[in-house]
């Protein structure tokens, strides 16, 4: 699995955040499990430390990490984010979907909606 995709227009930061919050999600990284220092992760990806660091700040302040001082990060308690993202998921399919109807009853064609939603999310929808 790739963390960064130079194609993504977002911040890297947030690519690799998450990379870290799917890894966390699925079980790939358990509860308690040490992070990776920000140094390995700049080196590896051949990015800036700040940049990596701007991402664990980001993953600790949503809960996925946290740090212990002088010891480095690790990984929280998340069985309780997994739930709250899935409702979010499903709050943001159902915005998604109130929106498409919209733009249907404005007769978008079908094919500029994919089309767009094409451009904005990559190609074949992997965004990830």
């Known amino acids: 699995m790739d963390m960064i995709y130079l194609q993504d227009p977002r911040p890297v930061y947030e690519q690799i955040a998450e990379y870290y919050e799917k890894l966390i999600l699925n079980g790939v990284m358990p509860e308690g499990e040490q992070m990776p220092s920000v140094r390995q992760v700049a080196q590896q990806e051949s990015v800036n430390p700040n940049t990596v660091q701007k991402a664990f700040a980001a993953l600790e302040r949503d809960g996925y ?28 399919k159902e915005e998604l979907g109130k929106k498409i109807r919209e733009a249907r009853q404005a007769q978008v064609p079908l094919e500029e909606i994919v089309s767009l939603a094409e451009e904005i999310y990559g190609e074949g929808g992997k965004h990830v």
């Open 65 to 92: 990490i946290y740090t212990v001082r002088g010891r480095g990060s690790f990984v929280a308690d998340v069985r309780h984010l997994q739930v709250l993202r899935e409702k979010k998921r499903d709050e943001l």
